[in-house]
Nanobody, 126 residues
Framework: QVQVVESGGGLVQAGGSLRLSCAVS????????MGWFRQAPGKEREFVAAISGSWIGGNTYYADSVKGRFTISRDNAKNTVNLQMNSLAPDDTAIYYCAARNSRSIATRQDEYDYWGQGTQVTVSS
């Protein structure tokens, strides 16, 4: 059974950085694409970033709102996927969810992902 667990959320001031981590069990993190989504208060959950399934490298894709500030990466040795978030703004405040796909191809729609974590809260103060 595949399980996904996020960690690393917290409270940070605007302009600061946070690094989220997503631990995967039940399969290798390189065995399928991985994605990050977020849900702000009163809003629908939205796509943030994704990385394709690959042992070496892999394609990445970002939402326009985070491009140039967030970086998704995979650590095969630790079987984790990380989201480095820089230049954070109050609009980035949300619960961040990690998701895993059985397919290696990148996906941006929520219904394309097979496994989900419980989420981790990120709060950016102004």
């Amino acid at each position: 059974q595949v399980q996904v667990v996020e960690s690393g959320g917290g409270l940070v001031q605007a302009g600061g950085s946070l690094r989220l981590s997503c631990a995967v069990s039940g399969r290798t993190v390189s065995g399928g694409a991985m994605g990050w989504f977020r849900q702000a208060p009163g809003k629908e959950r939205e796509f943030v970033a994704a990385i394709s399934g690959s042992w070496i490298g892999g394609n990445t894709y970002y939402a326009d709102s985070v491009k140039g500030r967030f970086t998704i990466s995979r650590d095969n040795a630790k079987n984790t996927v990380n989201l480095q978030m820089n230049s954070l703004a109050p609009d980035d405040t949300a619960i961040y969810y990690c998701a895993a796909r059985n397919s290696r191809s990148i996906a941006t729609r929520q219904d394309e992902y097979d496994y989900w974590g419980q989420g981790t809260q990120v709060t950016v103060s102004s």
